[in-house]
């Protein structure tokens, strides 16, 4: 048969002979002017842009199906971010050769209060930061809010702090503010304003000279040790005495254990570069968490019934502790609220009146899980464990049968 005649008699084509007519109108008929309309064109109907997410989720659907990506690709892409994440943790976190965190060395220290108008200072902190929630818990203790006002700097996309002035209240919470002294948009600005410039690292705390628009100190240890003791004809608490010269060498004590250990033990932990640096630090962290609970089982402070600055200092980790560090800082051994002293202690400290208006929980983990790229590259933050929200930490925690007397007028402030 040929090809034509098997497209004739093929059953899925048919010819169709048709008949045109020609229909003549009326003499007397008028053609109807016919309506011009515009053809309607919705927004709608074009189609959406693709993210950048949804782009590679499709390409990666068409290469590879359902199936992995090709070994050679994901040791590639493991090797590059390895690359990366060591380049950026070198910034971040410097580290010495056996990748142990070396935290950089303050630059301002040793402020002479004899030489400073207490009028003219100025505070410079951040929320998530625990050296800077040192100096505003001994702010708030010595009743220095007026006298030295505070900006508090929030973490930016790029690792410096910056200033973004909060319209939304968080009760008594303390919140991000605009620079209320400098009108300057980072703390880095701040910085470059003095005399001569800075190139350094631009950390938090520091407080500055208004008046002679210079660094006063950026060491969070120097500076709640001049909040202590060396503003008291401001103070509107200048009797409360966090460092009293009888318990100086119990609490020089106490920092040697709870600085290295555990203010930066935490760091040392998240921040390690290799597996040894990392199990060193844990088993330092929690070495040194031990100890501190079993002291706390029979003592209501580190020093007996007096808070002391060994305790604003280490109150300030232990805060963030199961929020933050058990987490994404991998010290997952034990939690603070599996230590029954120390989470008790954690409480006690915690409703010490002014205390937990410096304690925004929120921003805290914002500050971590939200900026700290490196560590946490999907940027999203986990619930906050109920054993550490404002609720729990306001519950009764009977610390107070541990005090000689009932009360101690140490912590009535």
Known sequence: MSTATSLLTSPLIIFRSTTITTTVP??????????????????NNSPPTPNPTQLITSITKLLWGKSLPPQLLISTVRSAWST?????????????????????????????HHQLQPNALHLYAALPCPWAHRTLIVRALKGLQDAIPVSIASPGLDGSWVFNDSPIPNGDKLIPTRDKVNGAKTVREVYKMRRGGYDGRCTVPMLWDVEKKEVVCNESYDIIELLNSGLNEVA??????????????????WNKIIY?????????????????????????LFNALNTVDDHLKGSRFLCGDNLTLADVCL???????????????????????????????????????????????????????????????????????????????????????????????????
Request: glycine letters at 4%; one cysteine or more.
């Open 315 to 413: 109150f300030t980790t232990l805060i963030r502790f199961d929020l933050v560090y058990n987490v994404m800082f991998k010290c997952t051994k034990k939690k603070v609220v599996e230590y029954p002293s120390l989470h008790g202690y954690m409480q006690d400290i915690y409703q010490i009146p002014g205390v937990a208006e410096t304690c925004n929980l929120e921003a805290m983990m914002d500050g971590y899980y939200k900026f700290l790229f490196p560590l946490n590259p999907g940027n999203i933050r986990p619930i906050m464990p109920s054993n550490s929200d404002h609720h729990s930490l306001s519950q009764t925690h009977n610390r107070e049968s541990l005090s000689a007397s009932s009360q101690s007028v140490q912590v009535l402030v």
């Open 236 to 253: 509107r608490n200048p009797d409360l005495d966090l460092s009293p010269p009888e318990l100086k060498k119990q609490i020089d004590e």
């Open 26 to 43: 009326p003499r007397n008929f008028k053609p109807r002017k016919l309506r011009q309309s515009t053809p309607k064109m919705s927004i």
């Open 260 to 284: 290295p250990s555990i203010n930066n033990g935490v760091y040392r932990c998240g921040f390690a570069q290799s597996q040894e640096a990392y199990d060193t630090a844990v088993n330092e």
């Open 84 to 112: 990366a994440w060591h380049l950026m943790m070198s910034q971040l976190a410097p580290s010495d050769p056996s990748g142990s965190y070396t935290r950089p060395v303050s630059q301002f220290r040793n402020p002479n």
